[in-house]
């Protein structure tokens, strides 16, 4: 992985410093928070309901062992003992005094990390494949591409104050696994004809008040050139997307005002005066990056381990837990291994300091030394023996962290809601708590088969409940908490946004809605056919008549203090 150089540490260094100092002048009132707010959005730290809240980056969700230890100490230290991963494969920290920010950042900056740009109106952290480097279906591993953007979209003085907040995904895989339809920019890797690497280029993605599929503006953009040509993008935005109105800043709303290919002609006239400017890329860097993703020391292994294959036959656990958290290895005999943030009573994504720590010595006996954080909230082992993986098992249920729930309804997205948030309309933790405890038959999940539900507390979609198979979404109802459910939403190849079947119901409503809907689904499927199939293929009008046919009971929901009420 990455490793900082000395102006790395030079730059986070002096971050560091600048950010204890502006800390310092606020506590004495020389700042007001409104002066204070810009200076410490650009460094990750929001104030939320009952503390200031802090964000951590975690570059395309790529972690060290000691990098996750010091997660597990800055939990301990400064917060309530846990932290919150998110979708774009971050940590967040929930109970944060102001005071402790700046000795936070520079734990962070001992073990090569910080907050910066993890908020404000920037570009944010550039999130990719979990399955980077690894993945069977790869076609180049896009984590050198991503670090070079992340050096290159850090402190850029040109777009440090956007319209608006600004997202980056790459992927190198056949199969999207980065969302990259859904963000304001997103890069495939593609060959041409001549068998030449470089990217397909999508913009003006993104959910929110607005969700949108973004727009394929070049099919090929030879490598050398994604710096060049995503300033070209950048400055088209920054000269003329909207300040006068947060709810139309976004890229999407530009490109949608002047259509798509008026907008790809913009940023080819704008591009034809810098493509091939300093901002060229040039085989030497990219070597020079790419030997920090160097192939780790596999062992010579067979294709599939006999000792692997005979315990899935005798331990039918361990076959679930394979069949639904173990993912194919580019490497003969080796898997990746996606440990659970989604175990019953625990809300979606987060992770005790005992289990970060526990984590951290896992990737080290088992994975290099080296782990991932996935969009939907999970971490990942990459590089796991097979012949491991039964022992890496039995370790992982001792902790908490091998649900074999991986793809399935209780696998699902949740921001942190209403328990936290002060822009959320409505909770989404107690709410993916009951739908869990309604779903606790692994049997039955496993029947139900594939299936996505995502959960965001307010219209932001921090929890992607517009690409959800299911989608639900916190919504005030004079001055109440209630849900709006959608359905037939995807990520991936086949992105897609879903459709709302209805008015919203009650949080006491919501397991039993969902229950209707999986009713449905189970009642209409044909063969083995996926959730998402099966709504896509009837649309939303059987799901919409059998909830709204009958009233829906109501059952007490989990308490009204998630922080209070977690449970490892």
């Not at 070049?218 to 950048?234: D, G, K, N, S």
């Not at 076959?319 to 943030?341: E, P």
């Amino acid at each position: 992985m990455y490793r900082y150089d000395s102006f790395d540490h030079q730059i986070i260094q002096e971050r560091v410093e600048q950010f204890r100092d502006q800390v310092r002048r606020r506590i004495a009132n020389e700042l007001s928070e409104d002066e204070f707010r810009i200076l410490r959005l650009q460094n990750g730290l929001y104030m939320q309901r009952h503390a200031y809240m802090l964000r951590v980056a975690v570059p395309y969700g790529l972690l060290s062992s000691t990098q996750m230890r010091q997660f597990a100490t800055i939990a301990r230290k400064y917060d309530r003992g846990y932290g919150h991963f998110t979708t774009r494969q971050n940590i967040q920290y929930n109970w944060i005094n102001l005071e402790d920010t700046p000795d936070i950042l520079a734990d962070l900056a001992k073990v090569e990390m910080h907050a910066v740009q993890t908020s404000g109106n920037c570009m944010r952290n550039i999130t990719s494949d979990e399955f980077a480097g690894v993945a069977a279906d790869e076609i180049i591993d896009p984590r050198p591409y991503a670090e070079i953007l992340r050096q290159w979209t850090t402190f850029h003085p040109e777009f440090a104050y956007l319209p608006r907040k600004f997202k980056i995904a790459i992927n190198g895989a056949k199969e999207d696994r980065a969302a990259i339809a859904v963000h304001d920019i997103g890069l495939t890797v593609v060959h041409n004809a001549e068998g030449e690497v470089g990217f397909k280029v999508m913009v003006g993605g993104g959910m929110g008040r607005t969700p949108i599929l973004g727009s394929v503006i070049r099919e090929f953009l030879p490598w050398q050139h994604v710096m060049t040509y995503l300033e070209a993008i950048l400055r088209i935005y920054n000269q003329f997307g909207r300040r006068d109105n947060i709810y139309k800043a976004r890229i999407k709303i530009l490109v949608k005002a002047l259509g798509v290919e008026e907008f790809a002609r913009q940023v080819e006239a704008e591009w034809q005066d810098i493509k091939n400017g300093p901002g060229t890329l040039t085989v030497e860097e990219l070597q020079r990056v790419s030997a920090y993703f160097g192939r780790p020391a596999y062992a010579d292994l067979a294709e599939t381990d006999g000792r692997f294959l005979e315990f899935q036959k005798q331990n039918k656990a361990f076959a679930n837990w394979v069949k639904r958290n173990v993912k194919d290895h580019k490497i003969a005999g080796y898997s990746a291994v996606v440990l659970s943030l989604k175990k019953p009573g625990v809300p979606p994504g987060d992770a005790s300091a005992d289990q970060m720590d526990f984590v951290a010595d896992l990737a080290d006996r088992y994975s290099f030394g080296e782990l991932r954080v996935t969009h939907e909230q999970n971490l990942v082992l990459a590089d796991v023996e097979q012949s491991k993986l039964y022992d890496l098992w039995q370790e992982a249920k001792a902790h908490g962290l091998a649900t074999p729930n991986i793809g399935l309804l209780t696998d699902m997205i949740c921001c942190p809601g209403g328990d936290f948030c002060s822009l959320a309309n409505a909770k989404s933790i107690p709410i993916a708590l009951d739908i869990t405890d309604r779903f606790n038959d692994l049997d039955y999940l496993h029947d139900i088969g594939e299936l996505e539900l995502n959960m965001s507390g307010c219209i932001n979609a921090c929890g992607h409940h517009h690409v959800g198979n299911i989608g639900i979404l916190g919504v005030d109802k004079d001055g109440s908490e209630w849900y709006q459910v959608s359905i037939g939403g995807a990520q991936g190849n086949q992105a897609a946004i879903g459709k709302i079947i209805g008015p919203s119901f009650s949080a006491g409503q919501m397991p039993e809605v969902i229950a209707r809907i999986i009713e449905v689904y189970l009642r209409e499927r044909v063969s083995a056919e996926r959730f998402i199939d099966t709504a896509q293929r009837l649309g939303i009008a059987p799901f919409k008549e059998f909830v709204y046919a009958t009233p829906i009971k109501t059952i007490e929901h989990h308490g009204e203090d998630a922080g209070s009420a977690v449970s490892y």
